[in-house]
T-cell receptor, first 115, second 113 residues
Framework: DAGVIQSPRHEVTEMGQEVTLRCKPI?????LFWYRQTMMRGLELLIY????????DSGMPEDRFSAKMPNASFSTLKIQPSEPRDSAVYFC?????????????FGQGTRLTVV | AQSVTQLDSQVPVFEEAPVELRCNYS??????LFWYVQYPNQGLQLLLK??????LVKGINGFEAEFNKSQTSFHLRKPSVHISDTAEYFC???????????FGTGTRLTVIP
């Protein structure tokens, strides 16, 4: 398996623009997580899905953030409008529910810079 | 509520010396514990995990960790580090039966030649 695939790897955008981050989880994994990593706050869980259904979005910072998972092989995290404080590395991770496989597998991340 | 504390934000150590990265957690129920490593500009990679059974867990790259329930700790150790071990290390916890993973703030290990 190719692992968790995120795109783009880097994104530079102007304040006010819409940004869409994409994630393809590992095939067969039924949990998908979006994390944000910053120097100040470390790794924060934004939202996670189980079987394509959002379970906990309490970590989503504002209404400007939204996430979808239209099918088992694709998820998006959208920021509209973007702000400079959204600059961070965004990670997607996936996990299987099977016993003994509790670890999450991470993508390479998308480094977002909002200027 | 569960939480993870990594007391050391930075740990410099000479090559071939031993190292211990500390991790303490808090939870009112039983937990699963993990250590991840992050190399520059990379995602997180699992080093090792504790789910149940033996409290001494061996992982990749010669790392091991010991689960101590009474001290609520899960410290990571390596008897002899290499330059290539320079990276950020994250401790993480999830409560058994829960689905989300909570991370510590990370420890930057720098191996000095």
């Amino acid at each position: 398996d190719a692992g968790v695939i995120q795109s783009p790897r880097h994104e530079v955008t102007e304040m006010g623009q819409e940004v869409t981050l994409r994630c393809k989880p590992i095939s067969g994994h039924d949990y998908l997580f979006w994390y944000r990593q910053t120097m100040m706050r470390g790794l924060e869980l934004l939202i996670y899905f189980n079987n394509n259904v959002p379970i906990d979005d309490s970590g989503m910072p504002e209404d400007r953030f939204s996430a979808k998972m239209p099918n088992a092989s694709f998820s998006t995290l959208k920021i509209q409008p973007s702000e400079p404080r959204d600059s961070a590395v965004y990670f997607c991770a996936s996990r299987s529910h099977h016993r003994g496989r509790n670890e999450a597998f991470f993508g390479q991340g998308t480094r977002l810079t909002v200027v | 509520a569960q939480s993870v504390t990594q007391l050391d934000s930075q740990v410099p150590v000479f090559e071939e010396a031993p190292v211990e990265l500390r991790c303490n957690y808090s939870s009112s129920v039983s937990v699963y514990l993990f250590w991840y490593v992050q190399y520059p500009n990379q995602g997180l990679q699992l080093l090792l995990k504790y789910l149940s059974g033996s409290t001494l867990v061996k992982g990749i790259n010669g790392f091991e960790a010991e689960f101590n329930k009474s001290q609520t700790s899960f410290h990571l150790r390596k008897p002899s580090v290499h330059i290539s071990d320079t990276a950020e290390y994250f401790c993480a916890v999830t409560e058994t039966g829960a689905n989300n993973l909570f991370f510590g703030t990370g420890t930057r290990l720098t191996v000095i030649p």
